[in-house]
């Protein structure tokens, strides 16, 4: 099987920053995958708020997301009480999907590159449901458009 290759974006609009806990390190004695994704996770809401939206709300008090997909490529490695710098971009918005793009880096050096696929899902209805508009202005206002 070909290997997922990421690549950096040119722009990353949201930054979020934390340090690795014990409970972020595996076996191996560095960031574990399972953390990883947990790290994301936080990065993305952490950008919703800033926003003042959340997954369950992208504005319209209805649409919320649900990952479709996730990707990862591993850089480098990090470890207990590294400080470590997420940036994330919003790109290849779709009817009903965007994408979120994340650069961890410690310090200079890149961790990972992680791509996620987010779709559009009204849970009242339990089906997937346009991109709001709203979403779409409060992106426009922050100079972020496809």
């Known amino acids: 099987m070909p290997r997922i290759k990421l690549n950096e974006q040119r722009e990353y609009a949201f930054h979020y920053t934390l340090v690795l806990d014990p409970r972020d390190i595996n076996y191996g004695g560095h960031l574990g995958n399972d953390a990883l994704v947990s790290i994301v996770g936080s990065a993305r809401v952490n950008m919703f708020r800033s926003m003042r939206l959340s997954e369950m709300d992208l504005g319209d008090g209805k649409t919320g997301i ?38 961890i880096k410690k310090g200079l050096i890149v961790v990972a590159l992680v791509e996620t696929g987010l779709t559009t899902f009204n849970y009242a209805l ?7 508009e709203t979403f779409l202005k409060i992106l426009a206002e922050r100079g972020i458009q496809e």
């Open 66 to 103: 649900i990952m479709s997909d996730l990707a990862v490529n591993y850089k480098s490695e990090a470890f207990m009480f590294d400080e470590l710098l997420i940036d994330t971009h919003v790109g290849e918005i779709s009817r009903s999907s965007f994408r979120l793009f994340h650069r």
């Open 126 to 132: 339990r089906k997937v449901v346009p991109v709001p």
